[in-house]
């Protein structure tokens, strides 16, 4: 059987990795990142079956381990009815909710433009390609690229092209 003791071990070993991690020659870095690659992942299903096992052990009464209590909360997500914001923003767009004057077309395209902005964009989404597709633009016309950060490419030179 495993024990917590075991998985001190393995973090003792992490930590002294990451600790000689600047003394590696550069075939043993890669080799190490490697390794760690699947590690990580075996990891993250590890804990994923754990984390499964807990939630099924708390579901039906919470555990205390220590300081720690353990239940489970039912997880969910808004669905949005997408049709009654709609209709919402036609409304509001046509006719001025303060004044009950009825807009001019343009005006109330705008206004259309102005609500839907504030609903659905924000300053860092990108517009959805068939939106763009069905304005005849392309993101590069509408938009700028900026560096953010960035990442380590790793290429299996043994794979086939285009596998």
Known sequence: MITIGDLMAADDVLVA?????????PDQAIAMLE??????????????????????????????LGDRL??????????????????????????????GEVRDAKAAAERAVQLMTKLYVSPADKPKAGGLLELDLDLAEVSKWEKTGTTLVVTDLSAPEGA
Request: charged share 30%.
């Open 17 to 25: 990795l990451g600790e000689e991690s600047d003394q590696l020659e």
């Open 35 to 64: 390794a760690l690659g699947a590690l990580k992942s075996r990891l993250s299903a590890t804990e994923g079956l754990i984390r499964k096992a807990v939630k099924d052990f708390v579901e039906e009464a919470p555990r205390q």
């Open 70 to 99: 353990y239940a489970a909360k039912p997880d969910g997500k808004w669905r949005t009815y997408h049709v009654e914001v709609g209709a919402a923003v036609v409304g509001h767009s046509v006719v001025d909710r303060h004044t």
